[in-house]
């Protein structure tokens, strides 16, 4: 029997006492989380003398807030939990020297020793001279990048994403797709492996893909870019504070209000006639009808000066994008009827969104911070459509979200308090553009051509609730920050899925146009069914980490997490009665490789995950001079986690079931076995809702899929190792490294079906799942477990020209890749092989070989700023289905398209801005008007290759490997821009 963690009364008790003692920290709020904010630390010596007791003030250059530490018996001190930004450092009252200012970035730790000279040994701390100091950033084993506010503001780029430019770390692409939608995925892992943390808030999505919330296939930003103070990309071996994911770590910190008024508008414009035709519009030479405009408002500033401050920031997007909906399979657009090809060619695809962001800090005392924070998201979007999906085939999507953060931060000599309290309210509603029947035309071997009619997606997703967190550093212990931290989190996933929404039917259209071979429609359960699951999650997680300065070269990084997460939807969940009888009494898989009693849940027979241990160790040691050059590296583990979107299904599917039956007639490739109990003869009364009434038993659930999870679920996870150097090349900041990643246990579906005898496949085949042989009763079985794989092992170059006082700044980032998995990234239906091991190991899908991306910015003649990024990346591996030897001989294989000789992708942006003083409002009141220029050379990307081999005796087809009329990126494309800034 499984034990609830939150039952045990034992357990109850300890939670409540820990749940009290963070409330009554939190009740005055807070100001920075740890996870963000940076550290300043170093010894002060006299005389060279190593001096204890001199108090040492950092002092916030922008909103005057204060932090003071006293050096300790070793002469040192130290600075944690400070906002990133400028400082200035005073000892004993006395400001130092101008080139003491330093300036603090994300996740930043500064080693700043300082020598003091005494005149007379008489002469008091705070009128001593400054004789010398010496800086060292290159502390920590982490494989980071940090993005500047300049970079974010001045970089061209599609949209106003600020995660844009997250591709300037290696080992992390920016993935834009075809449809605009964007998202982040380090090495081979999947996107959902990410997580972002905004003023040390994670944005984890608990339910959909994409990572965090609201990046599941759409074309809005996650958070206003004008309320973006920088950010951090953590490649790889983060501390142990960061929870809930496996691949990078996106730290980023919020912009706040400072001591004086600041404000500012935009407005960005882009149509059609300011771009160039994609190349399916040069066959048509007619252009799509589009228009982008982006526009928003911030202001910043004192309430009470050097006290309390406000920030607000709203930004809005209003597109029509252009579409491109074309044949797929390679098909020859002629043999289509002309209503069919009528749907070909160009629609626009609308999408609108609002976002808000306001803050307020608070300043108690010298000692307590406080802040309180709110974002608001709302988008609206026609998706779904262009490819092989025409304007009626299109989805309506919904998009809304609220996160409301409180803290408090509590600081004396000895230690560092950080508690909050944090609310989330998200929904996602996607419903069907066009009701009535779906359409699918395959070619004969089951490639889409083309998606028509009435679309299939119907869902209400959505993750509500609250959480409590309490970050402890102690600093008192020489040479150690030591930090620890409890996040307890309950949180309600809904799940209303009613796929397909509407009756989806297919055709071989090489067979036949007026006869499907199957159709696959949802339904309502009599009396139960409406498709939603509800899960009320519990969540807890637990930290230590000790940074420690072994020696004053060696620095090691070692830091122990726990998490554990509870869901009585997957613990509770009782496999309905009928199943089991059928599944016990199913004996095609007495002789299979699936024991049903893995799949069969009692409402007890469950076990929340529990070893979600994760050691995480780096270390930096100086092997140079004046910490010029820098070895360092790290190893760990890191916890993912299962998203209810899969979860779900077992529950949802057994309430709106999704039913499939096949029609029996003489289509080689599609017939049926009569005898098999979702083969029925055709009839056209199938076309209407009555007709698929009489297929559904009764509605009793009979003929319905079945999807069962494995009783004995894990987490993902993946263990990272890494190993570099990092110091300076002149001007330039450097580092290279290697890397090793390895994820494992990730979720896949896979088909339950076995045929008499308990084969997948016939015996005198390699290929053609057993659709027709699901359970007995029902329809197909579907089973999800922990089985997808994935490993990468990679060169990371970084070099680095900051933009100082210089007229120019640069960021190279070069990353080489060797990977491998099961699947591509993402992919969680597996279904064409009795087991996981027989897709075998792969060149990654998803990851090129080579990539390169270079930022520029220069300070031009006469008031004019120009910036610039490259995207270069090879070939990458695609996959496509072969069945030369025969139609049961199929199997998948990988290619590489010549694509543009040794480049896959090529991309050029640049941008060029001039500032005019406008003295309106402020004195340093300006407008800046810009031009960007997106794919300067008008690259064409493909977005994929027809990847049909052929079926049985047939060679390679002419077009196989050549572009199949997708495409990412834009054509060059101009977008102008005012912002005016007071």
């Avoid at 906002?83 to 730790?109: F, M, S, T």
């Avoid at 911070?369 to 459509?385: Q, S, V």
């Avoid at 057994?654 to 009569?674: G, I, K, L, M, W």
């Avoid at 450097?734 to 076995?754: C, P, Q, T, Y």
């Amino acid at each position: 029997m499984h034990a609830h963690l939150w039952k045990n009364p034992v357990a109850k008790k300890i939670l409540a006492s820990v749940m009290s003692a963070i409330a009554l920290t939190s009740f005055s709020g807070v100001l920075y989380a740890q996870i963000g904010s940076a550290s300043l630390s170093g010894i002060i010596e006299v005389s060279d003398k190593p001096t204890a007791g001199i108090e040492v003030t950092a002092v916030n250059i922008a909103n005057g807030h204060s932090y003071k530490v006293v050096t300790q018996a070793n002469g040192g001190y130290l600075f944690t939990g400070l906002p990133p930004g400028d400082y200035r450092l005073a000892i004993a009252g006395k400001n130092l020297q101008e080139q003491q200012q330093i300036n603090l970035r994300v996740g930043q730790k500064v080693n700043l020793n300082i020598e003091l000279g005494k005149a007379n040994p008489e002469q008091p701390v705070e009128e001593m001279l400054v004789l010398g100091t010496q800086v060292n950033y290159n502390l920590g084993g982490e494989i980071g990048t940090n993005i500047s506010l300049e970079q974010i503001e001045s970089l061209p780029q599609t949209t106003r994403n600020f995660l844009a430019f997250a591709d300037l770390a290696p080992g992390v692409q920016f993935n834009e797709g075809q449809d605009g939608s964007t998202s982040i995925q380090g090495g081979a892992q999947s996107p959902n492996a990410i997580n972002i943390f905004i003023d040390g808030v994670g944005q984890k999505n608990y339910v959909l893909r994409g990572g965090v919330t609201g990046q599941d296939a759409s074309r809005g930003n996650p958070f206003p870019q004008s309320a973006i103070a920088e950010y951090k990309v953590i490649t790889q071996n983060y501390s142990a504070e960061y929870d809930q994911l496996s691949s990078a770590a996106i730290v980023a910190v919020t912009a706040s209000g400072t001591n004086e008024f600041h404000g500012g508008f935009f407005y960005d414009y882009s149509d059609e006639g300011m771009r160039e035709k994609n190349p399916n519009e040069l066959k048509d030479n007619k252009k799509i009808p589009s228009q982008q405009i982006q526009y928003g408002v911030n202001v910043g500033g004192p309430i009470i000066q050097d006290k309390l401050h406000f920030f607000f920031a709203y930004e809005g997007k209003s597109n029509s994008d252009p579409r491109d909906v074309v044949v797929g399979a390679g098909y020859d657009v002629n043999k289509l009827p002309a209503n069919v090809q009528a749907k070909l060619g160009g629609v626009s695809a609308s999408f609108e969104e609002d976002l808000y962001f306001g803050k307020l800090s608070y300043v108690i005392n010298d000692a307590q911070k406080i802040e309180l924070t709110a974002k608001y998201r709302d988008e609206t979007e026609l998706t779904g459509i262009g490819g092989q999906r025409p304007l009626e085939f299109g989805t309506d999507k919904n998009n809304e979200e609220t996160r409301v953060v409180l803290s408090h931060n509590w600081r004396t000599d000895n230690w560092l308090n950080d508690a909050r309290i944090t609310y989330e309210d998200y929904t996602f509603n996607p419903r069907p553009h066009t009701l009535g029947n779906g359409t699918i035309l395959l070619n004969a071997g089951k490639q889409l051509v083309l998606s028509t009619g009435a679309g299939r997606d119907y869902q209400e997703k959505s993750q509500s609730g609250w959480a409590l967190q309490e970050d402890f550093t102690y600093i008192a212990l020489a040479n150690h920050q030591l930090k620890t931290g409890i996040k307890y989190k309950e949180v309600e996933l809904t799940s209303v899925e009613q796929q397909p929404f509407n009756p989806q039917y297919s055709y071989n259209i090489d067979y036949s146009w007026t006869q499907p071979y199957m159709v696959e429609w949802g339904a309502p359960l009599a009396g139960i069914g409406n498709g939603a699951a509800v899960a009320d999650n519990k969540q807890l997680g637990l930290y230590f980490q000790d940074d420690w300065s072994a020696t004053e070269r060696l620095t090691i990084n070692a830091g122990l997490r726990w998490d554990y997460e509870e869901s009585d939807a997957y613990l509770d969940y009782k496999t309905p009665d009928a199943v089991v009888t059928a599944l016990r009494g199913w004996s095609n898989l007495d002789n299979s490789n699936i024991n049903v009693d893995d799949y069969i849940s009692t409402g007890n027979n469950r076990d929340t995950f529990k070893d979600a241990w994760q050691p995480r160790l780096g270390f930096s040691y100086d092997i140079g001079t004046d910490n010029n050059l820098v070895l360092f590296g790290g190893a760990g583990r890191a916890f993912d986690r299962n998203l209810f979107d899969n979860l779900q299904l077992e529950a949802t599917k057994a309430t709106f079931p999704t039913y499939r039956v096949n029609f029996d007639s003489e289509d080689p490739q599609n017939n049926c076995d009569p005898a098999a109990s979702n083969c029925v003869a055709w009839d056209p009364k199938y076309l209407t809702a009555q007709g698929l009434d009489e297929l559904l038993y009764a509605n009793s659930g009979a003929g319905r899929e079945v999807f069962l999870v494995n009783n004995d679920l894990k987490t993902p996870y993946s263990d990272q190792f890494s190993l570099g150097v990092r110091g300076t090349l002149g001007d330039w900041d450097a580092e290279f490294s290697l890397s090793h990643i390895k994820s494992e246990d990730g979720f896949v579906w896979m088909l339950m079906n076995r045929r008499p005898g308990g084969s997948f496949f016939d015996g005198n085949s390699t290929w053609g799942q057993p659709w027709g042989f699901g359970i007995p009763g029902y329809s197909n079985g579907l089973i999800g477990m922990n089985a997808l794989e994935s490993k990468a092992d990679s060169l990371y170059i970084k070099l680095d020209k900051p933009k100082v006082d210089d007229y120019w700044g640069m960021t190279v980032a070069y990353t080489y890749t060797d990977a491998q998995d099961r699947r591509k990234a993402g992919e969680v239906f597996a279904l064409d092989y009795p087991d996981i091991d027989d897709y075998g190991w792969h060149d990654s899908l998803s990851v090129p070989e080579h990539r390169l991306v270079i930022a520029a910015l220069f300070d031009l003649p006469n008031g004019f700023d120009l910036s610039a990024k490259l995207n270069l990346e090879s070939v990458k591996t695609y996959q496509g289905t072969d069945c030369r030897a025969g139609w049961n001989a199929c199997r998948y294989n990988t290619f590489q398209p010549d694509g543009d000789g040794f480049l896959g992708y090529k991309q050029l942006d640049v941008a060029i801005s001039k500032q005019f003083a406008t003295g309106m409002i402020a004195q340093d009141s300006y407008i800046t008007l810009r031009l960007d220029i997106l794919n300067v050379t008008n690259a064409v990307n493909h977005g994929g290759y027809q990847d049909w081999f052929g079926g049985a005796g047939e060679n390679l087809p002419a077009n196989f490997a050549q572009p199949n009329g997708t495409f990412n990126g834009p054509p060059t494309t101009l977008k102008l821009g005012v912002n005016w800034a007071w």
